[in-house]
């Protein structure tokens, strides 16, 4: 496994999420890729993180790390449960539209189902399920940001009409769900959303 370093307001100290990932969930497997994933992507942040948004790929390359340098989240999430760092959480990106400001964003590995059951493009792109290590991971993840301030938790569609099943409901509702029950944390409450997204659907909730 590739060394962990990660680059975090100067208050926290270096290896500050490392250290807290170890303490409060050794199942975590962090691979730092902040020097090798592009520095075009990152701009300064104007605003105190706050928040995480889920999403989700809609596509799969494997389990190669080096596969996903290019996408635009601090954290993605393989299907066996290794989580990749891409950018420091200091940096702003242009992942989630009206969130960018104030969240760090997480990008799971698959082309996942809605709530109906159907596939975005799934002879394209194919046709995932959400994986137990996924989930296990994201959670770990989530503590771990609670940590830096983290306190609210947004669906990637709570922000884009074009993003209606991201990050969908089976990582709703195993990994953001969860954190408003167990972590405390916030989506807005029922019917929130920003600019032209959409609400979080009851059906998200427990599916």
């Known amino acids: 496994m590739i060394g962990l370093a990660f680059m975090l307001p ?32 990152r701009h300064k942040r104007a605003c105190k993180i706050d928040a995480v948004v889920l999403h989700q790929t809609g596509f799969s390359r494997g389990l190669d790390p080096q596969r996903y340098l290019k996408v635009t989240a601090h954290f993605v999430v393989l299907a066996d ?17 009206g969130f960018n400001c104030r969240s760090v964003s997480i990008e799971f590995v698959g082309n996942f189902p809605s709530i109906n059951g159907k596939w975005w493009r799934p002879h394209e792109y194919g046709a995932n399920e959400v994986t137990p290590e996924q989930i296990e991971a994201g959670r770990a993840l989530l503590r771990a940001l609670e940590g830096i301030g983290v306190r609210n938790v947004y669906a990637h569609r709570q922000s884009s009409s074009s993003r209606g099943n991201d990050p969908g409901p089976d990582l709703w509702r195993g990994v953001g769900q969860w954190a408003i029950d167990k972590l405390g944390f916030s989506d807005g409450g029922r019917g929130y959303a920003i600019d032209d997204g959409n609400p979080i659907p009851d059906e998200w909730r427990t599916a």
């Open 81 to 97: 449960g290794v989580v990749l760092q891409l950018h420091p959480v200091t940096a702003r990106l242009s992942a989630s539209d």
């Open 10 to 41: 100067a208050a926290a100290g270096v290896g500050w999420l490392a250290y807290m990932a170890s303490r409060r969930n050794r199942s975590l497997r962090l691979v730092n890729l902040t020097h090798e994933a592009p520095t075009s992507k």
